[in-house]
């Protein structure tokens, strides 16, 4: 069983479309990270949110913490095909980073 | 700075054999994770390690994986005997903090395939 839940698990979109994608959970983390990975390769982190409602922006994504703590959605405005990727979520838990199962996206040019 | 460090990029072994792999982390990096990473799947923790003590191991089938961190530098991380459902990207991560709010710096991870 997947500690934290996201979806879509795959998006296939057109460059230029916007898109958001979803990370839940019942449980209340302490901080909740969004990484990237592209085939081959580690995750590598996009943003950490750690306040309940905090948005934070990295160019065209936005990030979202719910105020329970407890989900997050990333927004990807005019998305590119360098955009294609997965990815991940992953929430503080006693210590430790527990990851989602990821969404993969593609983005078509 | 130079990124973790993973050895070897790519293995593969038949089932009840043994394999090891190898991870140097970022320099001055107290925390080192290993996850095991099947395909389609997110990576799952495996085992945590604080300098060379470890900190979460619940996740890891100590019936045939072991790991360990030897003067809280590198590590490795053994199977012994694999199996058919052991096929997976393994990555090793760092981290220079240790509360779980911290980046993780992974390495490009160590693809095994059981046959």
């Known amino acids: 069983t997947q500690l934290l839940e996201q979806s879509p698990q795959f998006l296939s979109i057109q460059e230029g479309e916007n898109l958001t994608v979803y990370c839940n959970s019942s449980?209340?983390?302490?901080?909740l990270q969004w990484y990237r990975q592209e085939p081959g390769e580690g995750p590598v982190l996009l943003v950490t949110?750690?306040?309940?409602?905090e948005v934070k922006k990295l160019k065209r994504l936005t990030f979202q913490f719910g105020d329970a703590r407890k989900d997050s959605s990333l927004h990807i405005t005019a998305a590119q095909p360098g955009d294609t990727g997965l990815y991940l979520c992953a929430g503080g838990h006693n210590n430790d980073m527990r990851f989602g199962a990821g969404t993969r996206l593609t983005v078509k040019p | 700075e130079a990124g973790v460090a993973q050895s070897p990029r790519y293995k593969i072994i038949e089932k009840r054999q043994s394999v090891a792999f190898w991870c140097n982390p970022i320099s001055g990096h107290a925390t080192l994770y290993w996850y095991q990473q099947i395909l389609g799947q997110g990576p799952k923790l495996l085992i945590q390690?604080?300098?060379?003590?470890?900190?979460?191991d619940s996740q890891l089938p100590k019936d045939r994986f072991s790991a360990e961190r030897l003067k809280g530098v590198d590590s490795t991380l053994k199977i012994q005997p694999a199996k058919l459902e052991d096929s997976a990207v393994y990555l090793c991560?760092?981290?220079?903090?240790?509360?779980?709010?911290?980046?993780?710096?992974f390495g490009n991870g160590t693809r095994l395939t059981v046959t």
């Open positions: 949110v750690v306040t309940g409602g």
């Open positions: 390690f604080q300098n060379n003590g470890v900190v979460d």
């Open positions: 449980s209340v983390f302490s901080s």
């Open positions: 991560a760092s981290s220079l903090d240790a509360t779980g709010a911290g980046t993780l710096h």
